[in-house]
């Protein structure tokens, strides 16, 4: 990989590392304030019912309160949706539990879950305009060996906390139940 290739790749990892965090706060931004007109709505179909008490309750009025409220939370449920996409998840087709998205297998219930086609991810070209002595740092590149040696010693040892899967040796988080490559149940 060359050193354009590099910084083009560093570019794309940053600019959608952004992308992802201001969507992100954007529908949790919107998640919370759909919350509180949620409660103010409430707070209003409360006094409707306390006028109730008194014999002026407008039931079509509520009705249309209760319709906003519902609009609201199916709102949220959506919202909800997007963030474990953006969080690069999806939900189990049988148990609704946040799956990666890359797992075969639910590791709740088990239940084979078909991975989604991968979509063509959107590639951003950056143009660096480089002095000569930067030119003649970048060519100054490590042996392709010693590099892999350092990134290996780097890499710190497995946390031991993982359950491993007895058939197809998959590592799985601590809580999972089913492996969520093969299915197979993993033990406690």
Do not use: H, W
């Amino acid at each position: 990989m060359s050193i354009m290739d590099k910084i083009t790749s560093g570019a794309n990892s940053i600019s959608n590392s952004v992308r992802k965090t201001g969507e992100t706060a954007k529908i949790n931004n919107e998640i919370t304030q759909n919350k509180r007109e949620a409660d103010k709505l409430y707070m209003k179909l409360g006094m409707l019912l306390k006028e109730a008490k008194n014999g002026s309750f407008g039931i079509d009025e509520a009705d249309e309160i209760s319709a906003k409220i519902d609009a609201l939370f199916e709102r949220n449920a959506d919202l909800e949706k997007e963030l474990v996409a953006i969080r690069g998840n999806r939900f189990c087709v049988n148990c609704n539990a946040e799956i990666s998205a890359d797992s075969l297998f639910c590791p709740e219930c088990g239940t084979r879950n078909e991975i989604p086609k991968p979509t063509e991810p959107k590639v951003v070209r950056v143009n660096v305009v480089k002095s000569a002595e930067e030119t003649a740092a970048a060519e100054e590149v490590k042996p392709v060996e010693e590099t892999a040696q350092q990134e290996e010693q780097a890499q710190p040892a497995p946390e031991p906390t993982e359950k491993v899967c007895p058939s197809c040796g998959s590592k799985e988080a601590p809580e999972a139940v089913f492996c969520s490559e093969c299915g197979t149940r993993l033990s406690d």
